[in-house]
């Protein structure tokens, strides 16, 4: 049996690999990106384990992302930045490399190369009609109602150890990134 690979996140989060820690809280961090996009490129992070967004229940994702303002703020205040991406890579095809949802913060300045543009995509009133149906049916009820019940429980502060992988995150993860150039 393979070995199961330990989540990099958790193990900064354990401290058991140095990182340059920004900001941390009972369930929430966020350090400096070192080989980031630009000096101040920041990774804000959940304590617990979740891979993907979908899994973050509502108060941690509001917490996680009123962090992610602030010290959009900092970067802003500190660094003299003149904007900034706040930017989630959602899944292997949207970019992510990391089995662990992560918010980054990104400084920005004019001309500084960084490219998160893309070319316009020419629909047709028919494909744009469909979307929107298909869209519209399924957004018609989010379920904030139901959730509300939930909401009133506290977000989950406990932190467990260094999360492994199960095999088949990790063999998803390992696989797409084996396609990274
Ligand atoms: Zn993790």
Redesign the pocket.
């Known amino acids: 049996m393979a070995m199961k690979a330990a ?1 990099l ?2 193990q900064i989060i354990e401290n058991k690999i140095p990182s340059k820690k920004i900001y941390e809280d009972e369930f929430a961090m966020a350090v400096l990106d070192v080989n980031g996009s630009n000096p101040g490129h920041c990774f804000v992070m959940p304590k617990n ?1 979740y891979p993907i967004i979908e899994q973050v229940p509502d108060a941690e994702i509001g917490r996680l992302f009123n962090i992610s303002n602030r010290i959009s703020s900092a970067i802003f205040e500190s660094l003299g930045a003149q904007g900034t991406n706040i930017f989630v890579a959602n899944g292997i095809p949207a970019g992510q490399t990391v ?2 949802f992560t918010i980054n913060v990104i400084p920005r300045r004019e001309n500084d190369g960084i490219n998160l543009q893309w070319q316009p995509k020419q629909l047709s009133e028919e494909e744009i009609s469909t979307v929107e149906l298909k869209l519209k049916e399924q957004t018609k009820n989010l379920g904030f109602e139901k959730d509300e019940k939930a909401e009133a429980e506290k977000p989950r502060i406990h932190v467990k150890k ?2 492994a992988l199960s095999e088949e995150e990790d063999e998803y993860f390992s696989r797409q990134m084996r396609r990274v150039p």
């Open positions: 989540c996140v958790c384990h089995a662990h260094p999360v």
